[in-house]
């Protein structure tokens, strides 16, 4: 899809141009999500490799009676990054909560799957906001006074590296208020093959979307970058305990955005994503940096992923 310059926004173009320009050169995951990155992702989810989608979603199934209790009374469910909002519908169900606020980057792609959730619960009030859920978002007014469950499924957590990830889950806290619930999917260490697979599939989606990053910026700001001179690639970083997503230089090449030019020779790569993956300690000890102290916990019979509530801590010291 073409946009007229003054539909791109900004930030994409600054992110582009300072990201590629740092020794490391990286591009933060956000701008993956297109309208075109949102559709590949999604393909992503139903990948037999990809095992996250499948068990978190298997997991709320199976466990939502005991989760709704525990989570929700008469509450207002707030997605971070609501993407499809597939899994939603689960929790609707069960928790019959007062009204529904899908958060999403990308705009197209929120207006269709609130309204899809609109057609399916008619009583439900939905109100989509179309923001970055990193910065400053303001709830409807519709919502004020009623108590909130932060509902961030996907292991989306495991896009930011920790120190992002505490200052993520401590704003979460800020928009949500104290007295509020978060109900957040995590994805767990496991071998490396298996991690491996889910971020490089045979069929080459993971490979499309991320390389969809660089026919965006084509699109969007103008640039000229021979996107068959770079190839996806997943690698496990032991010592940070994640998925390392690169777009990595098959051949020395070189391209303009903006009129600045960009070199990169064989084998250098754009870093593009992050997956950081927890065991249970260090999932419950992120959350409790965050401002969130655990209250239950639910994993599937293999370990895989875990589906943890917290609830955000009152401010005081310690004890
Ligand atoms: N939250 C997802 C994850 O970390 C995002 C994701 C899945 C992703 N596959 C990807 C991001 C491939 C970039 C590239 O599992």
């Known amino acids: 899809m073409l946009k007229t310059p003054d539909e791109v926004d900004p930030a994409f173009r600054a992110d582009v141009l300072a990201g590629l320009a740092e020794p490391i050169p990286s591009i933060p995951a956000r701008w993956l999500y297109d309208l075109r990155g949102s559709e590949l992702f999604d ?34 469910i707030v997605e971070f990054g609501s993407g499809s909002s597939t899994k939603t519908p689960l929790l609707l169900e069960t928790m019959k909560p007062r009204a529904y606020v899908p958060i999403d980057i990308s705009g197209e792609y929120l207006r269709d799957s609130a309204a899809r959730v609109d057609a399916q619960f008619p009583r439900l009030p939905v109100h989509p906001v179309e923001a970055d859920f990193t910065k400053e978002v303001a709830l409807p007014a519709a919502i004020e006074g009623l108590r909130r469950l932060g509902f961030f499924p996907g292991s989306t957590i495991g896009n930011f590296i920790p120190r992002s990830a505490t200052d993520l889950l401590r704003h979460f806290r800020d928009i949500l208020g104290t007295g509020s619930k978060l109900l957040i999917g995590m994805d767990r260490v496991k071998p490396v093959e298996r991690l491996l697979a889910a971020y490089d599939d045979p069929q080459g989606v993971t490979a499309e979307f991320n390389l969809n990053l660089l026919h965006r910026i084509n699109r969007e700001l103008g640039a000229d970058i021979p ?40 084998g250098a790569s754009i870093h593009t994503e ?46």
């Not at 095992?51 to 525990?70: C, D, G, N, S, V």
């Not at 032991?238 to 070199?263: C, K, P, S, Y």
């Not at 943890?308 to 010291?317: D, P, S, W, Y």
């Open 274 to 319: 992050n997956s950081h993956k927890y065991g249970a300690r260090g999932a419950r000890l992120l959350l409790l940096a965050g401002g969130w102290t655990p209250l239950a916990e639910w994993t599937d019979a293999a370990g895989d992923f875990a589906l943890i509530l917290a609830e955000a801590q009152r401010n005081r010291f310690a004890p």
């Open 43 to 76: 393909d992503i989810t139903r990948l037999p490799s990809y095992y996250p989608t499948r068990t978190e979603t298997a997991l709320l199934e199976a466990k939502m009676p005991e989760i709704a209790t525990l989570a929700c009374r008469d509450c207002a």
């Open 227 to 266: 996107v068959d001179a770079f190839r996806h690639e997943a690698r496990w970083h032991d010592m940070n305990g994640r998925v390392e997503m690169h777009l990595v230089a098959v051949r020395d090449t070189a391209f303009a955005i903006d009129g600045r030019r960009f070199a990169f020779a064989k």
